[in-house]
């Protein structure tokens, strides 16, 4: 069963969409099952200032990603860094054990594009790993 802020959050997704002048692009995959998410962040000043999400997937990992992007909003990139899937679950109330890894792939993302937007320019536009 899921928590009321799962269900609020896949009902109304905060942040969807795609953000056409991103400074970077995460993306994440579950091997799992196969769902996906892409995350656009717009950073100034080493602070994500903008964030957008599109994701392919269950409630969990769509409810997932719209609180990741509430998360994250407003951060420095070390404070953003440190957020784990855990955390995502828990500020969500939780998720039922076999939905824990739905969490991933939001966490998961967020790393991937933090990881491109310190690794440069030529790997900032959402190329894979
Ligand atoms: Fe695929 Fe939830 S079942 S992310």
Known sequence: ???????????????????????????????????????????????????KFQTFGCAAAIASSSMLTEMVKGKKIGQARRITNEQ???????LPPLKMHCSN????????????YSDGPARKQGRAK
């Open 1 to 51: 069963m899921y928590s009321s802020k799962v269900i609020d959050h896949f009902n109304n997704p905060r942040n969807g969409g795609e953000m056409a002048d991103a400074d970077v692009v995460g993306e994440a995959g579950s091997f799992k099952c196969g769902d996906t998410m892409k995350i656009f962040l717009k950073i100034e000043q080493e602070r994500i200032v903008d964030v």
């Open 88 to 94: 995502v679950a828990e500020e969500l109330g939780g």
């Open 105 to 116: 792939l939001a966490a998961d993302a967020l790393q991937d594009a933090l990881d491109k």
